[in-house]
């Protein structure tokens, strides 16, 4: 592991991270580096002792906000913010016609498949990943899909995806849950985007990131607009809206205020470092770790390139020897899942190859 660094790019940021823990979690959840940590706290103290800082919560939505834009390459008048991945994904279910075809792939993510489902009256047609370009026809509406998938790290071929929705008319909607603060992404090359903060983006459950393309707008249902859509919300927020914001601030949930003092903190961190050196960072490790396990005898799902790397076929109380050893890691789909990001180094991939060499 020579070649591998042997700190994350900015791992004297997650100084609260226990000694021997080897954290390869973050497809679950991710770590909040320190200072994260600390204006939560800090954010804490002062409600509990009845001087909440509605100024401060309202300067880290817009930081976070305006963060977010600029880690996908938008503008800051195309993000709307929410509070769950499935709740943005119902603002667009909401408002498809009865009977469109929504194209999704085999096994994706439930929170960005059930939305549709849970309508009942359209038609969710459901693919392997790797046909899903080839799957979209004339009369598909929408194509939504994970730009990687949560149970073992496949990336979804974007590209492709788009060009043939654009060539049959169809929207597309990504979930940038698994990608978004360790793969490069243009939220604008989509129609919609949609993205949870508590992994990658190292942030807290209770925020999540919604882009609208425009032109896109008529494809979000208006039904769930609320106080914080308001043009002027602290203005407006009794009776009916009678101005909705211009931007996508009209598709805003009302902020889990300390959610956002957490988020604004980690998004700031991961400008500070840049997603292209945390791609390259996280890829080179999750590389080293695939090329580790096939050598000895347990290929990894799929082709690499991906900061997540799921396993099967290992042997039986490989996990509890993992956990023992103080490695945090998931079990999906069959699979051990092993995530690496800007905290870890290649010392981590030599400690789990050695627990697995030793079994």
């Known amino acids: 592991m020579d070649s591998l660094p042997n700190a994350g790019p900015a791992g004297e940021a997650f100084s609260a991270i226990a000694p021997g823990i080897t954290y390869l979690n973050t497809a679950t959840m991710g770590l909040p580096p320190t200072r994260t940590a600390e204006a939560l706290r800090t954010a804490v103290d002062d409600w509990a002792a009845g001087r909440p800082p509605l100024d401060r919560y309202e300067a880290a939505v817009d930081a976070a906000r305006a963060s977010f834009a600029r880690l996908l390459a938008t503008s800051v008048e195309r993000v709307a913010i ?100 360790w793969l490069p992404l243009r939220a604008d090359d989509y129609d919609y985007l949609v993205c949870g903060s508590f992994k990658w983006l190292l942030g807290a459950h209770g925020v999540s990131f919604l882009t609208v393309r425009p032109g896109t707008e008529d494809g979000l249902s208006p039904a769930f607009a609320g106080w914080y859509a308001g043009d002027d919300p602290w203005a407006e927020c009794y009776g009916p809206i009678t101005r909705l914001a211009t931007t996508a601030r009209q598709f805003d949930a009302s902020p889990a205020y300390l959610g956002f003092v957490a988020v604004a903190e980690s998004l700031a961190l991961i400008e500070e470092v840049g997603v292209e050196a945390i791609f390259r960072h996280d890829v080179a490790l999750a590389t080293a770790f695939r090329d580790g396990v096939a050598g000895l005898g347990f290929p990894a799902i799929g082709e690499g390139g991906s900061a997540i790397v799921s396993v099967p076929g290992l042997p039986g109380g490989v996990a509890e020897r993992l956990v023992a050893a103080g490695v945090e890691l998931a079990a999906r789909a069959g699979s051990l899942r092993f995530a690496f990001h800007l905290y870890n180094s290649g010392s981590d991939v030599e400690r789990v190859l050695g627990v697995l060499r030793a079994g």
């Open 82 to 181: 929410g509070s769950t991945v499935s709740t943005s994904v119902g603002k667009i279910a909401a408002a498809l016609p009865a009977g469109a075809e929504v194209l999704v792939a085999d096994g994706d993510f439930s929170s960005l498949v059930n939305p549709f489902a849970g309508r009942g009256d359209l038609a969710l047609r459901s693919v392997p990943l790797a046909g899903l370009a080839a799957a979209v026809r004339p009369g598909t509406a929408l194509v939504a899909v994970s730009a990687v998938q949560s149970a073992d790290g496949r990336v979804a071929d974007l590209p492709a995806i788009r060009a043939a929705a654009a060539a049959h008319g169809a929207r597309t909607l990504v979930d940038a849950t698994q990608a978004a603060g």
